[in-house]
């Protein structure tokens, strides 16, 4: 039987106890890492024997990420970029209404397919959308603060 539970943090924080593990092992982590290199543990079998594992950059990342996040107490939830998500799941990730969303599909902002009478979005287009749509975001921002910062110049 696999030593791991099938209660994964779907639909609840982390206790206390899985925050404070989350934290030590981010930090023994943290303590190997170097930027842009694999990184290197040694962890211990359980019948005694000493194994080496290799962690790319990009998973040493990762692996981070979720750990500062578990040793931070606060919820999380891992998709794969090929899921088929739920107008209302893609409307919970984006921060916006069920209709709002509709909108952004009838107009061909974001792909999406149907079954049956519903709709599904590819997580991956989502995400894209997403990461388009907060460039432009910061883009706009910036160039407020930059004209902001040309009044506060000239005197307004």
Same mark, same amino acid.
């Given at each position: 039987?696999?030593?791991i539970?099938?209660d994964?943090?779907?639909?609840?924080? &982390?206790?206390?106890i899985?925050?404070? $593990?989350?934290?030590?092992?981010?930090?023994? *982590?943290a303590?190997?890492?170097?930027?842009?290199?694999? $990184?290197? @543990?040694?962890? +211990?079998?359980?019948?005694?024997?000493?194994?080496?594992?290799? %962690?790319? &950059?990009?998973?040493?990342?990762?692996? +981070?990420?979720? @750990?500062r996040?578990?040793?931070?107490?606060q919820?999380?939830? +891992?998709i &794969?970029?090929?899921?088929?998500? $739920?107008?209302?799941?893609?409307?919970?990730?984006?921060n916006?209404?069920?209709?709002? %969303? *509709?909108?952004?599909?009838?107009?061909?902002? *974001?792909?999406?397919?149907?079954?049956?009478r519903?709709?599904?979005?590819?997580?991956?287009? %989502?995400?894209?959308?997403?990461?388009v749509?907060?460039?432009?975001?910061?883009?706009?921002?910036?160039? +407020?603060?930059?004209?902001?910062?040309? %009044?506060?110049?000239?005197?307004?």
């Amino acid at each position: 039987m696999s030593a791991i539970r099938k209660d994964d943090f779907g639909g609840r924080l &982390p206790t206390q106890i899985e925050s404070a $593990t989350a934290d030590q092992l981010r930090q023994i *982590i943290a303590s190997q890492a170097k930027d842009g290199e694999d $990184t290197k @543990l040694t962890v +211990m079998r359980g019948e005694g024997g000493a194994e080496t594992i290799t %962690l790319s &950059p990009a998973l040493t990342e990762s692996l +981070m990420n979720l @750990l500062r996040l578990v040793s931070g107490r606060q919820g999380f939830q +891992m998709i &794969p970029l090929s899921a088929e998500l $739920t107008t209302q799941q893609a409307a919970d990730l984006l921060n916006v209404s069920r209709p709002y %969303l *509709i909108k952004l599909l009838e107009a061909g902002d *974001i792909p999406y397919a149907t079954v049956g009478r519903h709709r599904r979005i590819k997580a991956e287009d %989502l995400f894209a959308y997403k990461e388009v749509r907060d460039a432009r975001r910061a883009a706009a921002l910036s160039e +407020m603060a930059e004209r902001d910062a040309d %009044l506060i110049l000239k005197g307004y």
